[in-house]
């Protein structure tokens, strides 16, 4: 029974322990003592107080045998405490002043992938996204051969589908809007194809399409007399054109209404 309370208040015992270093160390001028102890945190995986050490000392070891490693051990402290704002900003300043270090690979990969895992849901701002897309694009491009290649693909791929997803949701909203305010329909139509435009190979791209095909349907349907007949025939090219790349669509049946009342109105006298 002693012994099994001697080892329950072993991790106590060390975390006092660690708490009373950390604190003289904060207090400390030397340097390299506060190296010493940041390296032995991130070990013991107390990233918060690695970060907190190596935030005071990796500018003053600049220039110095262990200034590489203090910036990127800062990096990684910050990563692995889930700051992947922080963490990509120490990572980049990392490959920008060693791009030959030795962590110049290391630091291209997780400066993307940490934008990466602080990517927002689709409806918020995508800033984070289209960051991670640039720095793991810059990483395979330096790296092409690097045994991480193919998660950042993924990544990248992933954050593109998101990207488009915000587009598709963009466009979603435009054509559900209407006519309120103004003729939101050709919003939506404007919206979709400069997504397909810039995002040409995505699992959303029946969706913009069927979106156009019944936007441009609702805007002929709604236009004055003298441009039904002209915006009907639209409406009929853009049937073709949707049913030609997607012949087994689940959307078939809706596209054939449409169809079929656009090409009445197209061939009116």
């Known amino acids: 029974m002693r012994m099994l309370r001697f080892l ?16 003289k160390v904060l ?23 690695a970060a907190t050490v190596l935030e005071t000392i990796y500018t003053p070891l600049r220039g110095t045998a262990n200034g590489e490693e203090a910036l990127f051990l ?7 405490n889930k700051d992947y704002l922080n963490s990509s900003l120490y990572f980049r300043t990392y490959y920008s002043r060693y791009p030959r270090g030795k962590f110049a690979e290391l630091a291209r990969f997780y400066s993307g992938y940490g934008y990466y895992l602080d990517s927002p849901d689709p409806q918020l701002d995508q800033t984070p996204t289209k960051k991670a897309i640039e ?27 998101k990207l488009t997803l915000k587009e598709l949701q963009n466009a979603q909203l435009y054509y559900n809007l209407g006519n309120f305010m103004g003729n939101n329909y050709n919003a939506a139509i404007i919206t979709a194809q400069n997504a397909l435009k810039d995002f040409p190979v995505s699992k959303y791209r029946e969706d913009f399409e069927l979106l156009i095909l019944k936007s441009k349907f609702q805007e002929a349907r709604l236009s004055v007399d003298e441009k039904k007949r002209e915006r009907y025939r639209d ?15 689940k959307n078939r049946r809706e596209a054939d209404n449409i169809y079929e009342i656009a090409r009445r109105h197209a061939s009116d006298n």
Request: aromatic share 20%; with cysteine; proline share 3%.
């Open 74 to 80: 800062l990096a990684m402290a910050n990563f692995e």
């Open 135 to 161: 720095e793991l694009q810059g990483f395979i491009d330096y790296y092409p051969d690097s045994d991480r290649v193919s998660i950042a693909q993924n990544a990248i791929n992933e954050m593109r589908d």
């Open 235 to 249: 409406v009929v090219d853009e049937y073709f054109s949707f049913t030609n790349n997607y012949p087994d669509t």
């Open 8 to 23: 329950f208040f072993i991790p106590l015992l060390l975390a006092f322990c660690s708490c009373g270093e950390y604190n």
């Open 27 to 49: 207090k400390s001028k030397d340097v390299d003592y506060k190296f010493d102890f940041a390296k032995r945190a991130f070990d013991d995986r107390r990233f918060s107080q």
